[in-house]
């Protein structure tokens, strides 16, 4: 039945793909009481426009499927666009998210994604993202491919745009309580907002949620973890590791409220404050080993699988009793604290807007890890504490004359900061002469880099004709860099491995400043023929930050710390094309979108474990691909609406010579070559896939809703989604492969009319499908990389959600 389930699933999925807007309903009016399509709004140039008139590459999520389908996070988004995948990371920056087979790997706390996230107009673009949760948005857009002339640096894949909801001009009151039943989940949601006066309204949005469940089962034993005192001649003691809760048992509270000044029709000023606080009981509560060599893992035997379990251990009690950030009991968890402050004001003077976004954001994120993430009697356990710091400043000026030229000119500035710390045990080492919090400690780091970014960007927009438009503009940036690295404290006995802070050779403490200019263009052409059809082509280019990897290694078998450590830029640059339709009297939208894309010194991480050193490597890459877009809106059948689309996507590197090898890899497999420098092994790449790049995905979905008896109506929807398979690897690891997959999303609702009331059941990836969004090798596995002998590391993939069903009950007062 499962098998043919997903049969039915994977030939739906062919006639179309990702989660098309249903529709931003902003005017709702007339025209949708009478069936057809809704408009979407969307602000993927920094102002209002229909989804069908902008040209760009765009997937909005409207505010009623947002809640139709409890779209609260971007793992969640992810699970409703079809072309982007996000892993998430128990260390390093958190997340792996990749659009369009771009992305970044989520090794190193350094590097920013590829792909931005925005949040009312200001950029969140560090993977910690992830951890954030968003409720009472107005509209998700995800936009595709490089976006640097409107949303700036670390967008060269594209960016996911999120919107949250302003008071409106009537009072609103609404209370939500919900149960999800796989995890055991209790939510609930209490907004409240309204106008105080004819100038000033407020809006209060709040949210908590409780596990007393999980997604995943943590299968393990008790371990017993022997230590050896190196300053008692390698004394032995046994301390007993328990087992780790399921995960992720997760506690969650979201608070955001808003103020919103309207003196005139010519100034708008919004004040969002927000706070978030999320705790698991673990950081790495969805690494799964799903492929091992003989079947089972080398480190445990336990059976490999593709299904949410794992195997993990908690920090002994006796030990974490001293381990910095280490829970009393030795529980593995993870802590993510945010607050942010948003301030947009909007300024009309005759034909120009000028608008205004001041920004500051800051999270604190705190773990305790089972970091071989499948714990063994030589367990490796970690913990960290890392803050980071954003302020910034966008001001910009948009002119709306009737003459055919118009112009956009801007500014930003930016200053962040990021602090670093961690603590890592492994080896069976103490050190009963340390000072206690460093008595079991392997290694400690501690790192900081501050940013300073300062950008001008403009643009020009003629109207060569009334139906055809060209538009030029360029962003340049500034950014600074001024980064430290040390090892405070390293146990005696690995002293050979990591330099301490006091090295004699000089490199305990690296001190660096990077330096980066960049000058990104653009060029779109817009024809619009006919009412209903856009045509458009565009240049682009774009362009992610280099930088420095404040979670990295200063080993002592590697020759260049500072290379080790330090980064180059990413760059991006191609082409776009594309057909935006509205046909049939307004009842169906058809678009295609072609494009091919170079991207530039591609920031990839490489744990190097003959040296003992975290790299971050740079490749060439090319991307090109074709999208198909689809939503159909019957007038005769009032209430229902079929959406999809269908992607293809070829995404290869096109240099990376001397690639490193994956662990384990034979020279048959193509670990063939030799690093001239240091006779380490290595591969060619080049013309192999990228990492979580499949080449076709799409998405199926058809919803309804009608009225029934007298005052009540009841919707549904069904939603499927399709990925053909890909490497999780960016090495070109073929035992990383996820397969192809399908997952189905369905709900159903019953409620008031006037949407006083509704009761819906949620039900999210049916199939219970387990597919993976990212891999790392597995610690302490694999073996003889280079030789005949060479055998693979465990593959230690970052799992998605599983079924999971929800009840809602929503009143609003």
Known sequence: MKASLKGVLLASCMLGGAQVAHAQAAQAGDAASAGGLEEIIVTARKREESVQTVPVAVTAISEKVIQQRDITSIEKIAAATPNLNVGRASNGSGAQLTMRGIGSSSTSIGIEQSVAVVVDGAYYGQGRIIQEGFFDLKRVEVLKGPQALFFGKNATAGVISLTTNDPGSEREFVAKAGYEFKAQQYMGEFIASGPLSDTFGVRLALRGTKMDGAYYDNVSVVRTYTTADVADGFAATPHTASVASDGPGEKEFLGRLTLKYTPS???????????????????????????????????????????????????????????????????????????????????????????SVTNYNTNNNRWACACDFQSSDNGTWATENSTWRSFSQELRAQTAFDGPINLMVGGLYQKTKRIFNQYVMFAGLSNSAASPENEYLASTKYSTTDGETAALFGQVSWKIVPTLELASGVRYTHETKDSFFTQPYNNPALTTIFRPQDDPDGLGEIATKQTFDDWSPEV???????????????????????GFSNGGINSKFSPDPFADLTFNPEKARGFEAGVKTTLADNQLRLNLTAFTYKYGDLQVDFFNSPIFAFQTLTADARTKGVELEFEYAPRSIEGLNVHGALNYTHARYTRFPLAPCYAGQTPTEGCNLADPATGAPRQ?????????????????????????????????????RFSSSYLASGFGAEHSRQDKYATLDAGIRFGAEDDNWQVALIGKNLTNTFYVSGVVDGPSTGSGTGTAAGVHADQLGFGNLPRTVQVTVTKRF
């Open 684 to 720: 060619n790449l080049n013309g192999k896939p990228l990492s979580v790049a499949p080449e076709w995905t799409g998405a199926f979905g058809v919803g309804y809703d009608t009225a029934v008896g007298s005052g009540y109506k009841v919707g549904l929807n069904v939603d499927a």
């Open 265 to 355: 029709n010519d100034l708008t000023v919004t004040l969002k404050g927000s706070f978030d606080y999320n705790k698991t009981k673990n950081s790495s509560w969805n690494y799964v080993a799903y492929d091992c060599p003989a079947g089972k893992s080398q480190l445990t035997g336990y059976v490999c699988g593709r299904d949410f379990v794992t195997h993990q251990n908690n920090i002994p009690t006796d030990i974490a009793a001293n381990f910095p950030f280490s829970e009393e009991d030795g529980q593995l968890y993870n802590r993510y604290r945010s607050w942010a402050i948003n301030g947009n004001i909007t300024y009309n003077v005759g034909d120009v807007t000028i608008s």
């Open 524 to 546: 779109t052409l817009t024809w619009k023929p006919q009412r209903g059809i856009l045509v458009y082509g565009a240049y682009k280019t774009a362009y992610k930050s280099g």
